[in-house]
């Protein structure tokens, strides 16, 4: 690559979206992603999270559209579902790229750097 194209690129970070790739966000999609369905107590138990904590996240997601909540009962006792609409599933998707670009250009090196 040239020196005038590499900077003609943006750096790889530039395309992180920061709704996505907060930590327990990116975990909860990414649970999501794999169970299509998943109960709140699970994943609140599975990211290691506090009720509040993971609420919190679960609110941000849904007001950027990338999952969906579903309340109901199982037998008597009441449940929390969520599950990865559409666009949450390209938003991880695009995020996991943007990742492996980072990661690619960290294994390259850079100018200077060794291999």
């Known amino acids: 690559m040239s020196e005038q194209s590499e900077r003609a690129a943006p750096h790889p970070a ?5 709704v996505v790739h907060q930590r327990v966000r990116l975990g909860i999609l990414t649970v ?3 169970a299509r369905r998943v109960e709140f107590g699970f994943l609140r138990t599975a990211l290691g999270l506090t009720a509040g904590n993971l609420s919190q996240h679960l609110t941000v997601l849904e007001k950027a559209g990338l999952v969906e909540i579903e309340k109901g009962y199982e037998g008597k006792r009441p449940r929390t579902w969520l599950s990865l609409t559409p666009a949450g599933d390209r938003a991880l998707k695009d995020e996991v790229t943007q990742l492996k670009r ?3 250009q960290i294994e390259q090196g850079g100018p200077g750097r060794e291999p």
Request: net charge negative; charged share 20%; aromatic share 0%.
């Open 14 to 18: 530039l395309g992180l979206d920061d």
């Open 32 to 34: 999501a992603h794999q």
């Open 102 to 104: 980072l990661i690619q």
